[in-house]
């Protein structure tokens, strides 16, 4: 963050077979504070403590030669997700509430045909939001790639609308 904290999404494992998000802070990336679902607050019915809800990456902005989170239109901003890539808004960074539908959804014949998540940190350009994610194949699907393999991918939205996809790569950037 701006002020030099450290802000963590990673997988929580609840046995047998639910992976789903959680949150930490940091301030010298040592001694960290865990808060849990980053959905807790809001206990939506689209995120509870039994949906899967791994991988994200927060809204961030170059800023002195680092990438930050910044708060964009008023929030934080959070793409997420394991099947699809929804998006989250935050005044915190630390509770996160869902909003509408996903923004990337699988597509047939590609190499996201199995499944999208969220992956490393979007970044805010001059020309919209850069989203990174991970991809899998599946069979039928892009018939380039073995079935099951994960390729990464890059979608574009538009910043003043961060939930409207305005271009996504048919080919993975690497596999």
């Not at 990336?29 to 949906?51: E, H, I, M, Q, R």
């Not at 190499?111 to 350009?125: H, K, N």
């Not at 099951?148 to 991918?153: F, H, K, L």
Request: glycine share 12%.
């Amino acid at each position: 963050t701006e002020d030099g904290t450290y802000v963590v999404l990673y997988t929580q494992w609840k046995r047998p077979s639910l992976a789903r998000l959680g949150v930490a802070t940091s301030t010298n990336l040592v001694d960290w504070t865990k808060y849990g679902s980053p959905f807790a607050l809001y206990g939506t019915s689209s995120v509870n403590a039994n949906t899967g809800s791994k991988s994200a990456g927060i809204l961030t902005a170059l800023v002195d030669g680092r990438l930050n989170a910044v708060k964009h239109l008023g929030k934080y901003w959070m793409y997420w997700g394991e099947g699809s890539v929804k998006v989250a808004i935050s005044d915190d960074l630390i509770n996160w509430q869902p909003i509408g539908p996903s923004v990337l959804k699988t597509r047939s014949g590609k190499f996201d045909s199995s499944l999208c998540e969220g992956g490393p940190p979007a970044v805010l350009t001059a020309n919209g939001i850069v989203v990174f994610y991970n991809g899998k194949n599946a069979n039928p699907g892009d018939t380039n790639l073995s079935a099951g393999a994960y390729a990464g991918g890059q979608a574009l939205f538009d910043a003043k609308e961060p939930t409207k996809l305005v271009a996504r790569m048919d080919q993975p950037f690497f596999q």
